[in-house]
């Protein structure tokens, strides 16, 4: 006993110590949006990103918020129109059924409505 011999500790604290991950995947979180129409989407963010308060819906593509009981309304102006909903609009009733009368007529003899 008593040799003299140095205890080979181990050094404390020799392990790694704050190290930050480097060369992994930033941790994502995922978010659930609803839209009018109940599709649910869930991106996912990077943990530190703003995560929007809207989302658009990939299926249907109205806003979906976060809240599934109380998801955004649909935009009253939709961008995109038919030519048929043009036509109705700019004309009356009455020579919008004539429009149509004649599409479908020129449907049925095979040719191009449009
Ligand atoms: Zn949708």
Redesign the pocket.
């Known amino acids: 006993m008593g040799s003299g011999n140095a205890i080979r500790g181990s050094r404390v604290g020799a392990g790694p110590m704050g190290e930050a991950e480097r060369g992994e995947a930033a941790p994502r979180v995922r978010v659930s949006f609803?839209?009018?129409?109940?599709?649910e989407?869930r991106p996912s963010f990077a943990s530190d990103a703003a995560i929007p308060e809207l989302w658009d819906?990939?299926?249907?593509?109205?806003p979906?918020g976060q809240d599934e009981n109380a998801p955004p309304a649909p935009p009253k102006n939709e961008p995109y129109k038919t030519h048929l909903a043009y036509v109705k609009e700019r004309r009356s009733d009455k020579d919008g059924k004539a429009i149509l009368q004649e599409a479908l007529e020129r449907l049925r003899n095979n040719k191009s409505p449009w």
């Open positions: 609803w839209c009018a129409n109940m599709h989407t819906c990939p299926r249907c593509g109205l979906a």
